[in-house]
């Protein structure tokens, strides 16, 4: 079973709550230098979010701006298939050292994983196809994914 999609969902918030944390702790310039060496992985989805970031440089910036602050007072929804979950925390407690300690704590402050029983969605998954053919909705965990108040999706 591939895992590659669904420890992708991980890959926004880790960015998201990444820069945050720089530009929290005065590090502009570093947050600065991150958002730019990595924001086109994460174009076209969330190109508003990725502006509203550009604008967000100094401490008092996180407490001004309302994205900002959906990200900051609510925990990032990221729903994960129980076996990728458990993979994920034993690579992480293993890699402690290498930065797998870091990653935790973004994760445990920042994030909620909800844990599911269902196999791991992608496009032409199992689990996909089969809910296609039967017309069957995105679990709810997969729809509460994100951040409340917060549109993941192209730019108007």
Known sequence: MSLQFELSKLLWP????SYLDLVINNYGDEA???L??????????????????ETV?????TAENP?????????????????????LFNFL???????GSVLRQ???????????SRGPITPYSFEAVFRRSRNIEL???????????VKIGLSN
């Open 93 to 99: 407690e293993r890699e402690s050292e290498q930065g």
């Open 36 to 53: 730019k060496e990595n924001a086109h992985h994460f174009r076209p989805a969330h190109d508003d979010d990725l502006r509203t970031f």
């Open 67 to 87: 994205t900002v602050k959906l990200y900051r007072e609510n925990k990032y929804r990221i729903p994960l298939n129980q076996h990728a979950t458990g993979d």
């Open 57 to 61: 440089t100094l401490p008092q910036h």
């Open 32 to 34: 600065k230098l991150f």
């Open 139 to 149: 679990d709810d965990v997969d729809v509460n994914e994100g951040v409340p108040g």
């Open 106 to 116: 973004l994760l445990v402050a920042y994030c909620q994983i909800d844990s599911t």
């Open 14 to 17: 880790m960015f998201v709550y």
